[in-house]
Each structure stands twice: as structure tokens, then as C-alpha cells.
């Protein structure tokens, strides 16, 4: 039971951030640059961002809870066991390694455009730049995450 709720817990995370994600940059972002009053597209984000990083974050903090627990679960490996240089000998070793990598730059870099550069972005037009970029670049490496979970998946076939 508890590996099943893991499971479910951990992939509908994946889906509403990732989706969140994928919505703010290719919904709500080019919808806002329809907007002509600056003021009005910085609130609009300003809004949006707040309501999404809230709900983002618990998916984030469910998603590194999970994880572990399928990973113990599922294939007998505790979260000690991730640098065992054995496991790193094998593709699921790799595979996993590298997850785990792109998980904790996506934590880091989301900490800081969630907690500083976009909460400043709405006072200056190079900070929103560098939020921008930020941002999809967070997009491109959770979507390389999703990738390696499923090749964890198919690694072991
Ligand atoms: C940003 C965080 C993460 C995202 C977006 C993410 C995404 C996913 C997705 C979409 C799956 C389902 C893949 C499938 O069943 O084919 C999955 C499975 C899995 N994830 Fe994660 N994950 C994250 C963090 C973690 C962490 C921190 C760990 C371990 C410490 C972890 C361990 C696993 C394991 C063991 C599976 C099962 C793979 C399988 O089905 O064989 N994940 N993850």
C-alpha cells in the first residue's frame, strides 16, 4: 500500500509541477506579451507565480519524500545506498545518479528564482530578464528528470 501511494504521490507531482511549468511558459507567458500595460503583465505574473510557487514547492518537497521511499521499496536500495560506487557501475546506478544531479540543480536554481530573482524581477527589467531565463531553463531540466525516471524504468528490461 505504501509503495503504491509513493508511486501515485510522487507521478501526480511530477505532473501538476512539470505541467505548471509548461502551462507558465507557453500559456500565461504569451498571453501576458499581449498585455500593453506593463504594471498589469508584472501583477498578473506576480500573482500567478506566488499562487503556483506555493503549490510547486509541495510538490517538490512530495516528489524528494517519494523518491526515496520507491526507491527503497521498489528496489531494496536506502538512500545511503545512492553513492555506493557499486550501484554507479550499473545503468541504473547511472541512470539514477544522474536524476538525482539534475534534481538537486533544479532545487537550488528554483530556490533562487522562486525566492529572490522573481519576487525582485517585478522592480527591474534585467532581473525579469534573468528570471525569464531562469525559468525555462528550470522547464528544460525538469523535463530532462522526467527522461531519466523513465529511463530508470527501462533500464532494468
Ligand atoms: C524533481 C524531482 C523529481 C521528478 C520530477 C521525478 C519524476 C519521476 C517520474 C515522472 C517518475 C515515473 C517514471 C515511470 O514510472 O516510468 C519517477 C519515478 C521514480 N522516481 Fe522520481 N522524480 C523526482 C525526484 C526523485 C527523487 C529525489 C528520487 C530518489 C531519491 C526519485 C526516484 C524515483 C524512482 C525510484 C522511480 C521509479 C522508477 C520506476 O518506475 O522504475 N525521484 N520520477
Known amino acids: 500500500m505504501l509503495l503504491k501511494a509513493a508511486l501515485f ?7 501538476f ?7 507558465l511558459v ?5 498571453y501576458l506579451m499581449t498585455l500593453t500595460d506593463p504594471a498589469d503583465k508584472s501583477k498578473i505574473f506576480q500573482i500567478v507565480g506566488k499562487q503556483f510557487r506555493f503549490w510547486g514547492w509541495v510538490a517538490i518537497v512530495t516528489l524528494l519524500v517519494t523518491g526515496p521511499v520507491i526507491l527503497y521499496m521498489l528496489y531494496g536500495i536506502p538512500l545511503s545506498g545512492i553513492f555506493d560506487p557499486e550501484l554507479h557501475k550499473t545503468l541504473f546506478g547511472k541512470t539514477l545518479a ?7 540543480i533544479i532545487v ?10 522573481g519576487p525582485k524581477a517585478r522592480y527591474s527589467r534585467s532581473l525579469s530578464r534573468w528570471a525569464r531565463i531562469f525559468g525555462r531553463t528550470n522547464l528544460i531540466i525538469a523535463l530532462v ?11 532494468l528490461t
Not at 9 to 15: G, P, Q, R
Not at 26 to 30: K, M
Open 9 to 15: 504521490l510522487h507521478v501526480i507531482s511530477a505532473i
Open 17 to 23: 509541477w512539470v505541467g505548471g511549468m509548461l502551462f
Open 26 to 30: 507557453l500559456v500565461v507567458a504569451p
Open 98 to 104: 544522474l536524476k538525482l544531479t539534475f534534481v538537486t
Open 108 to 117: 537550488l536554481s528554483s530556490l533562487f528564482h522562486d525566492f529572490w530573482l
Open 145 to 155: 528528470i522526467v527522461l531519466c525516471a523513465v529511463l530508470l524504468r527501462l533500464s
